[in-house]
């Protein structure tokens, strides 16, 4: 397999911003002392694709209770392919609930009780209950393991190679559960892209009635920031307080991950003041669309010899406020293709450099479907081909 590149010159899309040369850590603006001081903090632009900060985006640290947003991705995944229904009943057992019901954020489920998917969610969701988390996980997989075992294998798909998951709720369990920064970011997007009804439904509430009594949630973000709608919050002793945020304003929505910090006010602190520097220093540009052909890619045994490629959805092009400049691009694919290739199959990156700032990648799909060839149009390609 070879690593096929095709440069591209971008710049005539859009003026592209130039970094700030005076701006510390080459930021286009002063960064805020809370996010500084975060032993982990990192700010990508979900519409854009790009990472806008990042201090150790890539070491791992312990979720404690942001693991419950991959057992709602399990579970809203499971809906959408018809496996898991919102209003099935299930029945507490006696040792779950002798063993989880008010241990640490709780809804306090006793045995024998009856409760459905959806107000597990919503418990899971909003009130960060370990005890819906667990419930959930035996009841819809059989037993903890089997759904733990079905969350490594979505983080898997992710590419959340940094992580690994141990529990349904993130109760400490000798450091088993851990997690990146990098990684959370694409357990958002998931949430965000593939369940947006079940995200709005859940996830975007800050407070639910339980038997009679408000319950509400700590994210700093929902129903504090304008725009906030999300995810999930996590502390423990060991962990600190960590928190999976998400923020949509203006046409752009922001992914923001804050961890180690050492009290709830420094972590809403530090989470709200990055997402409002990604929206106060940097500006969303429309660029790319999926309708826009980026550049071909090579095939072989296929019915034509280029396939044009594009990004699967519409990208911002994420900048300093104010600023100009190019941007170049590459496209990046492992080959030579070879067909058959579904319409809309993952084929390739497209490396995006502005100015000479680290590069980042955006996914690009075949626009159209690759039929095999037959035998005597493969012999006449690979003919062709001999004479490039």
């Known amino acids: ?51 806008l900060y990042a201090h150790n985006g890539d070491a791992r640290f312990l979720p404690a209770s942001i693991t419950k947003a991959m057992t709602l991705l399990v579970a809203f995944d499971r809906i959408k392919a018809g496996t898991l229904k919102e209003d099935t009943v299930f029945t507490v057992t006696p040792q779950t609930a002798r063993q989880w019901s008010g241990k640490g954020t709780t809804l306090f489920l006793q045995q024998n009780e009856q409760i459905t998917v959806a107000q597990l969610l919503a418990g899971i969701a909003t009130a960060s209950a370990n005890d819906a988390a667990v419930v959930l996980a035996e009841s819809a997989s059989g037993s903890v393991p089997a759904w733990t075992d079905a969350m490594n294998d979505r983080a898997r798909q992710l590419g959340m190679n940094d992580s690994h998951f141990a529990t349904p709720n993130g109760f400490p369990d ?44 700590h994210n700093p973000f929902v129903g504090q920031v304008a725009g906030g709608d999300g995810i999930k919050t996590g502390h423990t002793f060991e962990a600190g307080f960590n928190f999976l945020g998400s923020v949509q304003r203006d046409g752009r929505r922001l992914v923001v991950v804050v961890g180690g910090v050492w009290t709830a006010p420094e972590r ?17 540009r429309l660029w ?18 280029a396939l044009p490629v594009a990004v699967p959805t519409s990208y911002l092009m994420t900048v300093p ?67 490039r």
């Open 268 to 284: 809403a602190q530090a989470s709200r003041d990055l997402a409002e520097w990604g929206f106060a220093e940097w500006e969303g």
């Open 321 to 387: 406020r104010g600023a100009t400049g190019r941007a170049s691009g590459e496209i990046v694919y492992a080959g030579p293709l070879v067909a058959p290739i579904p319409k809309g199959a993952k084929v390739g990156e497209l490396r995006v450099s502005v100015d000479g700032s680290l590069p980042y990648s955006l996914p690009l799909v075949a626009t159209e479907q690759v039929k095999r060839a037959g035998p005597l149009d493969r012999v006449v390609n690979g003919l062709l081909g001999l004479g």
């Open 174 to 217: 000798g450091r088993a559960t851990y997690v990146t920064a990098n990684d959370l970011v694409k357990l958002a997007r998931a949430l965000i892209n593939d369940h947006p009804a079940m995200y709005k439904r859940y996830i975007n509430r800050a407070e639910i009635d339980w038997k009679g009594q408000r319950l509400t949630s």
């Open 288 to 305: 790319l669309r999926p309708e826009r052909t980026v550049g071909h890619v090579r095939v072989q045994q296929g019915t034509i010899r």
């Open 1 to 51: 397999m070879l690593l096929n590149r095709s440069l591209l010159l971008l710049a005539a899309v859009l003026p592209i911003a130039v970094l700030k040369a005076d701006a510390p850590g080459g930021y286009p603006g002063p960064l805020p002392r809370s996010v500084a001081q975060a032993p982990i903090a990192l700010l990508y632009d979900l519409s854009s694709g790009r990472t």
